[in-house]
């Protein structure tokens, strides 16, 4: 179950490049259908963003981790970039875009923890390939890259083949889902879709082990290195080809059992988390196994960034279970 690392050495043992956002967040007893007014909620604003949820939860399981994202010259970007600082990352990469908007995301999450989510692109839309040239360097010196799609899709492929041409190992977030083509594919290491995403992306419909097998199996034949699915309640699944037999294996790890109030951030953490247990060496099982314990963790409390744990958090949750 290991994978081939680049061997360099490097300055960041990873890199995440995507999107920031303030989050603005509302509890109520159940999800608003179309046109129904549901009373009774609670109101949080904070930080978030699959890029900056991810940074956040790699750099706190202590990883060394930078990040490259974009934000408004508004007071939502200004709290981001301090607490971007606060949490240990480098000021250096935060782009700061004149006369726009920071990102934003409205989220609704009823009394079991579901979600729906709308988003505002603003800062998120500017971070384009001429902003990924000022870090050329940047990105060359990493072991690992992390990126998700809340950015636009010409600078994720610009990215990952940036990645690809300085032998940097890809982590992939496909999140928001859209159809990918075959050449960004095949520069992708490792791909963490959740079963809805798995399903876009390889045009098989999931609903069935055998059925995350056989679109998984697509992925790898575009070219994936390795597939490695969140299924909620279930746990996750590796699935790669064996280079012994070139058969499609499943390996799975199953979920913890915790009492969820809040799913929003569960899969940036487990991806989070995920790409820096493999910048530190660990194998695709125990970083698996970690990011299982950050997200089991991340959903029994309440907001995105507030919910990431520490890696001294995760590993005494390893213990205990």
Not at 197 to 205: A, D, H, N
Request: glycine share 10%; aromatic share 4%; hydrophobic share 45%.
């Amino acid at each position: 179950m290991e994978l081939q690392v680049a061997s360099f050495s490097s300055e960041l043992g990873l890199l995440v490049v995507g999107s920031s956002n303030w989050d603005i967040c509302m509890y109520l007893p159940h999800l608003p259908s179309p046109g129904e007014t549901v009373p009774g909620g609670r109101l949080h604003t904070h930080l978030g963003g699959k890029g900056a949820n991810q940074a956040v939860a790699a750099i706190r399981a202590g990883a060394q981790a930078g990040f490259i994202t974009c934000v408004g010259d508004d007071q939502p970007g200004a709290a981001i970039c301090t607490q971007f600082v606060d949490e240990g990352l480098r000021e250096d990469l935060i782009v700061i875009i004149p006369d726009c908007v920071t990102g934003s995301a409205t989220i609704f999450i009823d009394e079991n923890g579901e979600n729906c989510i709308g988003l505002t692109g603003g800062a998120n839309d500017r971070l384009d390939t001429k902003v990924l040239q000022e870090f050329d360097a940047v990105i060359g010196s990493a072991t690992w890259l992390l990126v998700q799609l809340e950015i636009p899709l010409a600078t994720v492929d610009h990215v990952i083949r940036m990645a690809r041409d300085y032998g940097v190992n890809v982590i992939l977030n496909p999140a928001p889902a859209v159809p990918l083509p075959d050449h960004l594919l095949a520069c992708v290491d490792v791909i963490t879709p959740n079963e809805g995403e798995l399903e876009v992306l390889s045009g098989v419909r999931v609903d069935s082990d055998l059925a995350i097998q056989r679109a998984a199996t697509v992925l790898l034949e575009k070219g994936v290195g390795a597939i490695i699915a969140t299924l909620g309640s279930r746990g996750a699944v590796h699935c790669y080809r064996d280079e012994a037999t070139g058969i499609i294996r499943q390996d799975r790890i199953p979920a913890y059992s915790v009492t969820a109030v809040d799913t929003t951030a569960a899969g940036d953490v487990f991806t989070g988390v995920l790409a820096a247990s493999l910048s530190q060496n660990a194998s695709i099982e125990t970083a698996m196994r970690r990011a299982s314990a950050a997200a089991a963790i991340s959903v029994t409390a309440i907001g995105a960034i507030p919910s990431i744990p520490s890696a001294t958090v995760i590993e005494a949750f390893l213990d205990q279970n």
